[in-house]
């Protein structure tokens, strides 16, 4: 089945710097590729998403990238605020219905 | 109009008790999912409904749990003799999607077994 791991665990950036968190798989059948936000207290929020036809999304100032070759993709944020501090999942389709989750990177922003 | 939305938010029950956890989806959202979350993981398949049909259940961990969906909007998951490992944050989400994309997710129940 499909395995997908993320890193870092955590990161820490100052405030207005770009932040990166990457995550790999394994099932080469996977197409969707969605990133989530999740807040204390709340559930996961989509924030980004990328099919395997398509190698670089971009909305605002987040973007992802994806590397079918390799198997990983990305999560860029650019000109980081301190609202963007939360813990940030990425997943991969197992099947139509089941995604598989990566164990998350906790963003810490610095004023 | 409304997000996804559970109730409890919280609910502690004692060892051996039954529970049951409800999930509102969006309005005419055809996929409904339940996943259970760990402190400090991400989250994990329980169980998934395309309208009130149950299509895939392989992630439920024991046979204490069963979930339903017998109208095809509101679900409840079901937990009987609960026991500590079941503790954690049961999430709830769903989709307009007959898929696993672009899904909503609620804001959880977050389950003690003492």
Known sequence: ?111 | GAGVSQSPRYKVAKRGQDVALRCDPISGHVSLFWYQQALGQGPEFLTYFQNEAQLDKSGLPSDRFFAERPEGSVSTLKIQRTQQEDSAVYLCASSFLERSDEQYFGPGTRLTVT
């Open chain 1, 1 to 111: 089945g499909e395995n997908v791991e993320q890193h870092p665990s955590t990161l820490s950036v100052q405030e207005g710097d770009s932040a990166v968190i990457k995550c790999t798989y394994s099932d080469s059948a996977s197409n969707y590729f969605p990133w989530y936000k999740q807040e204390l207290g709340k559930g996961p929020q989509l924030i980004i998403d990328i099919r395997s036809n398509v190698g670089e999304k971009k909305d605002q100032r987040i973007a992802v990238t994806l590397n079918k070759t390799a198997k990983h993709f990305s999560l860029h944020i650019t000109e980081t605020q301190p609202e963007d501090s939360a813990v940030y999942f990425c997943a991969a389709t197992e099947s139509n219905y089941q995604l598989i989750w990566g164990a998350g990177t906790k963003l810490i922003i610095k004023p």
